[in-house]
């Protein structure tokens, strides 16, 4: 069962240094309450697995969280370059960062043998592309009634899930809604998961293309008000755009972005305090 | 973005307007973000207003009232006749085949249409990191055909690739027939210069029209290999007002939507 807790002490209790994490939310919902308060509290050595890294992975792999990533398509939607993750790549800055790369169906298929308890997952794709020839965890398989010859993955199963979600109730168990990504099988797929929310309620209302991962599959839940800005959370609040935007030359800069990340991460109590920290700031500069 | 010359159109109007042209009603069509999208709606907004857009996030049957800067944005979700996970999406809609236009773009293409969005340079030490694949080598692979779109240059319509993210004609004739794959892949390149199709037999690509005021001259030179050239070269239809009016409209619409201010 889930217990109703801090985002401090959830983050201390669960993540580890050296864990593999998955932060999931495609596009929406993208727990960045969550990565910060794993960066103030200096986890290190961690394998991140995410789809689309987004600028949210971009700041912790520029504060030197992470030596690995897993991923499918790392770039700032719409805008361009993630230039953290680009540099570290690139250029082994601040860390060098080991990659392993996938397509989003091989991403997608991982989780779900993950959360399926299977050791891989079976698709048809990579054939002819070079992603096999740099990517261990791509071989062929033949089917073993037809022979055809298909593509196998290895299941994701990370140390720890990190989502965020409209609603809780007292139970803990999670509602979210709108695109709903692979939230629930990176869930299914972890040992452990903590869920940020918008706010904890009494009872939940209907809600169109919504889904409620129960409270058993979820070991945190943590009260955090606009805790995926500057993703959105549909019914709450809309995606920056132009926080994506103005992301764009902070994270080009090894100082500025430092400098950004001091004042308005590692600086803060909490994130709401960041909040009022980058508002305060008025430009994103 | 160039001004045609005195034509009341830019290069990308041109290619975005051309782009939308292909795409019947009530196609089914996975879209991806940039030009595609763009093209997309457009056609959405103009002659074909039952095309159903799939964008990867999971939204099916997408009306976005303005476009997109993420493949995710709320906007997608809005008006969605469904919204379905990830694993859905890929799985039960693009792999089952039943996606009929595939809408890309990419970094790189060669002469077979086979799409490069991983790297420049060497993958050990790129030159250029590239965002990667995302859902791409699924929609070339699965989608019964795919559209791409990209702006001609040598550095983009390159000899050999890089890095082949997306396998298109393989290395032509009836090689990608071999890899098992259901879907067609490439049946046409639209670019800034004019429109590439390829040959029903070698399965090059081939200039087969070229947009108003460009020539065969500048589609080679564009070219980073020996551009075969139809003998019955076309020429684009130049964005009719209609066209026009539509995508500029989506395009202020999408700037005064963006400029809420961070924070």
């Not at chain 2, 002659?47 to 939204?59: D, F, K, R």
């Not at chain 2, 086979?114 to 030490?125: A, K």
Request: with cysteine; hydrophobic share 40%.
């Amino acid at each position: 069962m889930a217990e109703i807790t801090g985002l401090r002490e959830a983050v201390a209790g669960l993540v580890g240094d050296g864990d593999t994490v998955a932060l999931e939310g495609f596009t929406h919902l993208i727990p960045f309450a969550a990565a910060h308060e794993i960066v103030r509290q200096g986890k290190r050595d961690l394998t991140l697995v995410r789809m689309t890294p987004d600028l949210v992975y971009d700041q912790m792999i520029g504060m030197g969280a992470a030596k690995k990533l897993v991923f499918s398509w790392g770039g700032n939607p719409g805008v361009g370059s993630l230039h953290r993750f680009r540099d570290a790549v690139e250029r082994g800055w601040p860390l060098p960062l080991e990659i392993e790369e996938h397509s989003h169906a091989g991403m997608a298929n991982r989780y779900v043998a993950g959360a399926s308890n299977l050791p891989f997952a079976v698709l048809r794709g990579y054939v002819g592309t070079d992603l096999p020839k740099v990517t261990p965890t791509i071989e062929p398989i033949a089917c073993p009634f037809t022979g055809e010859e298909l593509t196998a993955v290895p299941a994701l199963n990370p140390d720890v899930a990190v989502i965020h979600a409209q609603q809780a109730d007292r139970k803990g168990n999670v509602l979210l809604w709108g695109i709903t990504g692979i939230q629930k099988e990176a869930a299914l797929s972890a040992k452990r998961v903590i869920v940020t929310v918008e706010e904890v309620v009494d009872a939940f209302e209907e809600h169109t293309f919504g889904i409620v991962l129960p409270s058993v599959a979820v070991d945190a839940v943590c009260a955090v008000p606009q805790g995926a800005y500057p993703s959105y959370a549909h019914g709450y609040y809309a995606r920056s755009n132009a926080f994506y935007e103005a992301w764009d030359p902070i994270g080009r800069d090894r100082e500025k972005f430092r400098g950004w990340m001091e004042r308005h991460v590692l600086g803060v109590e909490d994130f709401s305090e960041h909040l009022r920290s980058i508002r305060q700031e008025g430009a994103m500069g | 973005m160039t001004e045609g010359e005195g034509r009341g159109y830019t290069a990308d109007e041109m290619m975005t307007v051309a782009a939308s042209r292909r795409l019947g009603d009530g196609t089914v069509c996975f879209v991806g973000i940039g030009i595609p999208s763009q093209a997309a709606n457009l056609a959405r907004l103009t002659h074909a207003p039952g095309c159903v857009l799939i964008y990867e996030s999971g939204t099916i049957g997408a009306k976005p009232e303005v476009l997109p800067l993420s493949i995710g944005d709320g906007e997608l979700a809005e008006h969605a006749d469904s919204v379905v996970s990830v694993p859905e999406i890929f799985n039960y809609w693009l792999q089952a085949g039943r996606v009929d236009v595939g809408f890309l773009g990419a970094a790189q293409i060669d002469r077979f249409g086979n799409l490069n969005t991983t790297v420049v340079g060497s993958y050990e030490e790129p030159k250029v990191r590239l965002p990667g694949a995302g859902g791409a080598p699924e929609i070339a692979a699965s989608a019964k055909e795919v559209f791409v779109v990209l702006r001609q240059s040598r550095r983009a319509f390159v000899e050999k690739l890089a890095f082949v993210t997306s396998v298109g004609h393989a290395e032509g004739g009836d090689s990608r027939e071999g890899l098992g794959y259901t879907g067609g892949g490439p049946s046409v390149v639209i670019t800034d210069l004019g429109i590439l199709e390829p040959d029903p037999e070698t399965r090059e690509l081939t200039l087969v029209a070229l947009h108003p005021g460009s020539t065969v001259e500048e589609a080679r030179e564009a070219t980073g290999w020996d551009l075969k050239v139809a003998e019955n070269l076309g020429t684009t239809e130049p964005p009719g007002e209609g066209e026009l009016r539509v995508l500029r409209d989506l395009k202020e619409r999408t700037a005064a939507a963006r400029k809420e201010k961070v924070g």
